[in-house]
């Protein structure tokens, strides 16, 4: 029950990560996602079996160090934001605050009243708080196509932000499961400090 209260939670965690990016590339002029029907916490629309259902139970059953999946991702059009230096590094921001703010939720439900949840729901609680702090850190990886690259663009002088745009194109080229062999093989070889970092951010939340 725990496990499969935690998979719920993260698969509503993933919809409310692609909403929120939807949601604030609406607010800077850009309609499409509204358009297309995806400002919606109805989860039909965004999920993606694979990555909404298979992965995240997958890696929740086999206890990994990491619980981590995608949703099938919102359109937008960048050139409608109505900031173009900041507006896509704003709009890819916005998932994983959102799963930040999501863990910073449930951790302080655990921390202020995890006496009175019970064994069950302080477990899956605490699976809710470690995979919201998995998606925000992993999204920020600056491997484009992830929200990380988006951020990183804006920040790099324009020479260098046209030149580490056209990684993105690259990325594309691999396919999506290129880019989980990708970022699983990042997983795989920096694992040991990203879940320290982990573990350290859900202590400061849950208070353990």
Known sequence: MTILIAVIILIFSIILHEVAHGYVADLLGDPTARYSGRLTLNPLPHIDPMGSVIIPGLLALTHSPFLFGWAKPVPYNPYNLKNQKWGEAMVGFAGPFTNFIIALGFGLVIRFSGATLGDTLTSAFALAVFSNLSLAILNLIP????????????????????????????SY??????????LLLFI???????????????SLIVGV
């Open 143 to 170: 491997i484009p196509p992830l929200d990380g690259s988006k951020v990183l663009k804006a920040l790099l002088p324009y020479q260098l932000s046209q030149s580490y745009g056209r990684l993105e194109g690259i």
């Open 173 to 182: 080229a691999l396919g999506p499961f290129g880019l989980v062999a990708v």
């Open 188 to 202: 795989y070889v920096f694992s040991a400090p990203v879940s320290q970092f982990v573990y350290y951010l859900f």
